[in-house]
């Protein structure tokens, strides 16, 4: 899925970073750093998905720009999001597949427009 994914989004125009883990992922971001969306797998290694997506919205916080898009895939949507992140995290399900996953940002981008 990782792959397609990154697939589909070149060819949708977009620009792709891809990680090993969270940690490598989390040292590539600085106050220079623009991100429009960031997307995740629920379970990643190095921490869960949600903290790792969580620890990104900090961060870029902290320097005092807006938080990104923040999106979390899943297997089957559920309520394993914790409530008080449900508000700042998106869930898109795998078995939507990669077709659904950019109207799903776009929509995301104009809801935060």
């Known amino acids: 899925m990782r792959h397609s994914l990154e697939l589909f989004l070149l060819i949708s125009l977009h ?3 891809l990680a ?3 940690h490598d992922a989390l040292s590539w971001i600085s106050p220079a750093t623009v991100l429009d969306v960031v997307i995740s797998d629920f379970h990643v290694p190095g921490m869960s998905g949600v903290e790792f997506l969580v620890e990104v919205s900090t961060q870029i916080e902290a320097w005092g720009i807006a938080s990104p898009n923040l999106v979390t ?6 309520l ?3 409530l008080e992140y449900r508000e700042r995290i998106r869930v898109v399900s795998k078995a939507d597949g990669a077709d659904e996953l950019l109207p799903a940002m776009e ?3 104009q809801q935060s427009a």
């Not at 895939?73 to 559920?78: R, T, W």
């Open 80 to 82: 394993g999001i914790p």
């Open 20 to 22: 090993k883990d969270a």
């Open 73 to 78: 895939l899943k297997g089957a949507i559920d």
């Open 15 to 17: 620009e792709v970073w």
């Open 107 to 109: 929509r995301f981008q």
